[in-house]
């Protein structure tokens, strides 16, 4: 099994940053690809970003240029820098991981709140 733990989120003014971060233990080795989402209440959990062992990233459209995934495989963790943020990047964040594709195992969310 995997855990995964979610730090680093809380409350911001727009046009600030935070950096979260996410660690994992237990069955690393299942783990290739990590990555993190976002939900609101009432929407569907949405893609924020992704990076894979060998660090190829994806972005969702809403977030390039302003978001920042990287991953420490020596500490088994991936962070999510985000600078200018909005008041809808307001959610909570969830790091999520898995082998190929992340949706394998799930952090349990950490809320961002971005006041304007």
């Known amino acids: 099994q995997v855990q995964l733990v979610e730090s680093g989120g809380g409350l911001v003014q727009a046009g600030g940053s935070l950096r979260l971060s996410c660690a994992a233990s237990g069955s690393i080795s299942s783990i290739r690809t990590m990555g993190w989402y976002r939900q609101v209440p009432g929407k569907q959990r949405e893609l924020v970003a992704t990076i894979t062992s060998g660090g190829s990233k994806n972005y969702a459209d809403s977030v390039k240029g302003r978001f920042t995934i990287s991953r420490d495989n020596a500490k088994n963790s991936v962070y999510l820098r985000m600078n200018s943020l909005k008041p809808e990047d307001t959610a909570v964040y969830y790091c999520?991981?898995?082998?190929?594709?992340?949706?394998?195992?799930w952090g349990q969310g950490t809320q961002v709140t971005v006041s304007s």
């Open positions: 999520s991981g898995g082998y190929y594709v992340t949706g394998t195992y």
